[in-house]
Every structure is written in structure tokens, then in C-alpha cells.
């Protein structure tokens, strides 16, 4: 799939925003840490400059509000509704001075508009890649990881910090099984069943219908970014242990300009895996255009 | 609305594609092309047209694939026409945020609304089949209409009121009828020849149905030069060998 850059930045940067507001609620909840305006500002400004990067890649962003009627069949309508009326008890949790049910009403609302999100993925069913049971986890515990993580930036103590280190490696390993998953599996669907011509033989494409590129093959049979896949998977790797190490060395105190770099890291690592979920992942229609799966 | 027709539709109009006969010379796609140019969703655009990297909406493509059998032996080429199948459970419908994607339920045809349509390519991405273009012009998505502005079309003489794609076939490979009617023409073709679906386990429930090449006996492997000359070229054959 083609990983267009606005969807990337929205999928990761709003993740994060949500993780921030959810990981605070939770974190007041348990005593760890007080709420505050500017943990609540950074997390407002990191989800409304996501949703307005995802409006980017419309073809008319100026019809953006249509897209909140189809909430019965679409989770991308729902995704837009959730993310709207999570604002209002957002606001509200500022104005009744942080009262903890209205945060955690918030928090709920949070955490559903990224299920939705990643919803909007797992439920299409031409890519394998995104047509599973991982898809889902892995993009609450992303927003979870990354916002824990951008949490301990402005509050909290030891207990934040070993959260955030637990959040970070459980994404990790999530993430390796999802690899392993991508490595050892295929779609269902084959040259041979998307033709029928398997009662014949093995199925090749002897001749595509342009001697040039189309929307589909750019779209859905993108592959340059597969091509360095290996490499920017251990890049990633490295640099979610590179955090993990820096922040757990500085479990019960440490500079902050630590733990600055290391929610850099995070975020640039998240980018990464961003990147690679919707490169690495093959559509069926690729089928038709010479892949031999799915 | 997105959501799939309430009463699903007992009528569906869609193609059925003889495999057998499609000799592969585009003409479909090129009076497709034509057609729908200036028709429900026009223009079909295209970028780039006479430059380096040409690139434009179709909503026909015809691809050709071989295919081979076991031990390397009775291969063949196979020319296969694609376009929307107009799916009873269609994904590319219910994904839609606005409804702008919808399937009518007068006679199943997919559509999408051009002015409500936001170009958030999700369809595109949920359809398995690639039936959905992109017109980077206008910003919507496109697709193939089964020529709606065609068949209902009383200006035109009755025989003409089928497909572009149908009415152009020099070989008659391709046919257009109610597929939900099981006495109609088309029906009674897919029941005798074993039509089929193209990618059932998605689940979408194409209307549009292929029909399969004709099983041949596979060719000889080699030709052996005829070695048994008589009369006079058996005579020069002789006179010449010495």
C-alpha cells in the first residue's frame, strides 16, 4: 500500500495525543501524578494537528464534515464522530477543575476513537497485513507507549517512568510477533483464485492491461517501500531498545534532557513502524498485476 | 446512505465474460473509455497523455495472463477483461463515510455520487477486485457504471441499449442480463458453462460472472518434419540425396 505521508503523521501523531490524555487520567487516577493544562494542551495540539493531516490527503477537504453521517456501516465515519465527541468531555474535564469521572469518561472516549482508527485498517479485508487479530493492539499499545512516554516529560514519578518502559517493550514484542506473522502467512487469495483459471495450472500475467503505471498499481501495489523493509525494521528495534534502556537507567531520577531524547526516539521509531505497516502491506489487486501473493 | 440496500435487490443487472472467447484486443476497454468519457461520470481523466509517464481512468482493463500446467505441459493465454463486478455485498458501498458509494436497489448497479464524494480512497483500498479509479483531476472517485446512462437510454434503439463494453465485442465475448432472474439469458449461460466468481473466499459476492476457457486436449510437444516424400518430390528428394 501506498504509505501516504498525511495518513502516516495522522495515524501517529493523534495516537500519541490520545495515549497523553489517557496515560494522565490513568496516572491521577493511581496518584502518580497530578493533571495539568500544558500535559492537556500538548495532547489537544498533537490530535488536532493529526486529524487536520489526515483531512490533507482528501481529494475535497473543504466536504470533510459529509464524512460524519455514515456511522452505522463505516468505521471511518466513526473514527470522525468518536474524535469530535471526545472533545467535549475533554473540555469539560478542564472546566469542572479535573473531576476524575469526567476524566475517565475522556479517557474512554479516547481509547475508543483509536480502536476505530485502527478499526478502519483490520476491517479491510483485501490486505492480509491489516486483516488480523494484531492490528488492533498494536495501534492502542503504540498510543499508549508513545504518550506514557511523553507523559514523564512533564510529570510523574519512578512509577510513570517503569510504565512507560512496560508499555514500550510489550509494543516491541507485539510487534515482533506481528512480523513474524507478516513473514510466515500470505492472503487466502492467489493468482489463481482471482483469475479461476487454477484448474489449468499455476497462474502468470503474460501482459498488463497499460505498458505504464495506473492509480491501482501506485496505490495498492506501492513496493518501494518494501524494498528496504529489513533495514528499517531493525532500525526501529534499536531505537525502541535504545529508549527502553534510557529511560529504565533512569527509573528513580535522571536529567531531563534524557528523557527529551528519548520520547524523540519514540516518536521517530513509531514513524517508522508506521511507515512499514502500510508499506509492507500487499493488496489483491496486486494479483492481477503480476504479484504472485497476497 | 452506505449502508446496503434494506431489501436486497432482486434484480441485478451485471456481465458475464467467456474467457474462452476473448481474444484480447481491448476494444471493450477502448469504447468503455469512449463512452464514459461524456457520460454519468465524465470526463474520464487522463494525466499526462502524450508525455513520459501517461496515466488516466479506466474502468476497463484488460490483462492476459498464462497459464501452465503441470510439468510445463498445456499452457495457454488466457485475455481477461476486469471492471467493477457490482458485488451483492459490496465493501466499497458500506466503508463509505459520506454515501457518496451506494448500490441501488432497483437493480443492484454500485455507484458513487460525484458531489458528495471526498476522495478519501478508502473504497479503493476495500475493493479486492482494483474496480475503483482514482480521477486525480476532479478528486473523486470514479468507477464503472454498467454504462447506466446507456441501457435506460430511450433515445436509443432498443438492441443498443446494453454496455459499451457488450455492444463493442467483435466476438461476443461478453454478455449483459439479470443475473438475479435464473431464466434469463445470461443465467442460463453461467448455469451451462459453469461461470464462476472471481475471488470467492473475500466474500463480496460478485454479480459479474466468468465464464471458463473450454477444456482442449494440450498440443502435441513437437512437430516432427515430415519425413515421407513420394512422387516427384520423393523422385527429386532421391536424385538429390545421392
Known amino acids: 500500500m501506498h504509505p501516504a505521508k498525511s495518513v502516516i503523521l495522522f495515524t501517529t501523531l493523534s495516537g500519541a495525543g490520545y495515549g497523553l490524555f489517557i496515560s494522565m487520567v490513568v496516572a491521577a487516577g493511581l496518584g502518580w501524578a497530578e493533571p495539568n493544562l500544558i500535559v492537556i494542551g500538548v495532547s489537544f495540539a498533537l490530535i488536532v494537528s493529526g486529524l487536520l493531516s489526515s483531512t490533507l490527503h482528501l481529494g475535497h477537504p473543504e466536504r470533510a464534515w459529509r464524512a460524519l453521517s455514515q456511522w452505522r456501516t463505516s468505521w471511518l465515519s466513526r473514527e470522525g464522530v468518536l474524535s469530535i465527541l471526545t472533545f467535549i468531555p475533554m473540555g469539560l474535564y478542564i472546566l469542572t477543575g479535573w473531576m476524575p469521572v469526567i476524566g475517565w469518561i475522556a479517557a474512554a472516549f479516547s481509547f475508543l476513537t483509536v480502536f476505530a482508527t485502527a478499526m478502519i485498517y483490520q476491517s479491510l479485508k483485501p490486505i492480509h497485513a491489516w486483516h488480523n487479530h494484531f492490528t488492533v493492539p498494536l495501534y492502542l499499545l503504540f498510543a499508549l507507549a508513545t504518550g506514557c512516554t511523553l507523559l514523564i516529560l512533564f510529570t510523574g514519578g519512578w512509577e510513570l517512568r517503569l510504565s512507560a518502559v512496560l508499555l514500550l517493550f510489550l509494543a516491541d514484542t507485539i510487534q515482533l510477533f506481528y512480523w513474524r506473522y507478516l513473514d510466515e502467512t500470505t492472503s487466502s487469495s492467489t493468482p489463481e483464485s482471482a483469475t479461476g483459471l487454477g484448474k489449468f495450472g499455476k497462474v502468470k500475467l503474460f501482459e498488463a492491461p497499460h505498458t505504464e503505471s495506473n492509480y491501482l498499481m501506485q496505490e495498492m501495489g506501492y513496493r518501494i517501500g518494501r524494498k528496504h523493509s529489513q533495514k528499517l525494521r531493525n532500525l526501529f528495534l534499536i531505537l525502541y531498545g535504545v529508549a527502553v534502556i534510557m529511560i529504565g537507567y533512569t527509573l528513580h531520577d535522571g536529567p531531563t534532557i534524557i528523557w527529551n531524547i528519548a520520547a524523540m526516539i519514540v516518536l521517530t521509531a513509531t514513524l517508522i513502524q508506521r511507515w512499514l505497516f502500510f508499506a509492507e502491506a500487499k493488496h489483491t489487486v496486486a494479483l492481477y498485476y503480476g504479484a504472485d501473493s497476497a | ?242
Not at chain 2, 468503455?32 to 461520470?41: L, M, P, Q, R
Not at chain 2, 442480463?177 to 460478485?206: I, T
Request: glycine share 8%; net charge negative; with cysteine.
Open chain 2, 1 to 242: 446512505m452506505t449502508s446496503l440496500p434494506k431489501n436486497p435487490p432482486q434484480k441485478k443487472l451485471g456481465l458475464v465474460i467467456d474467457l474462452d472467447i476473448c481474444v484480447g484486443c481491448h476494444a471493450c476497454a477502448v469504447h468503455c473509455k469512449e463512452w464514459n468519457t461524456s457520460g454519468h461520470s465524465a470526463p474520464l481523466t487522463d494525466t499526462d497523455p502524450y508525455g513520459a509517464e501517461p496515466s488516466g481512468v479506466w474502468f476497463n482493463r484488460v490483462h492476459s495472463f498464462e497459464v501452465i500446467g503441470e510439468n510445463d505441459e498445456g499452457g495457454r493465454t488466457v485475455h481477461f477483461p476486469k471492471s467493477c463486478l457490482h458485488c451483492d455485498d459490496a465493501p466499497c458501498v458500506t466503508v463509505c463515510p459520506t454515501g457518496a458509494s451506494y448500490k441501488r436497489e432497483e437493480d443492484g448497479i454500485v455507484l458513487v455520487n460525484a458531489d458528495t464524494c471526498i476522495g478519501c480512497k478508502l473504497c479503493s483500498w476495500a475493493c479486492p477486485y482494483g474496480a475503483r479509479e482514482y480521477d486525480e483531476d476532479a478528486g473523486v472517485m470514479k468507477k464503472c457504471t454498467l454504462c447506466v446512462d446507456k441501457i435506460y437510454n430511450e433515445n436509443l434503439p432498443e438492441a443498443e441499449r446494453v454496455p459499451a463494453c457488450v455492444s463493442t465485442c467483435p466476438s461476443n465475448a461478453r454478455h449483459f442480463g439479470d443475473l438475479g432472474n435464473p431464466d434469463s439469458e445470461v443465467s442460463q449461460l453461467v448455469a451451462a458453462r459453469g461461470g464462476y466468481d472471481l475471488m470467492p473466499e473475500q466474500g463480496c459476492k460478485p454479480v459479474n460472472k466468468y465464464l471458463p476457457p473450454r477444456e482442449t486436449p494440450p498440443a502435441p510437444a513437437f512437430l516432427e518434419p515430415k519425413m515421407d516424400a513420394s512422387g516427384i518430390l520423393g523422385w527429386v528428394d532421391k536424385l538429390l540425396s545421392r
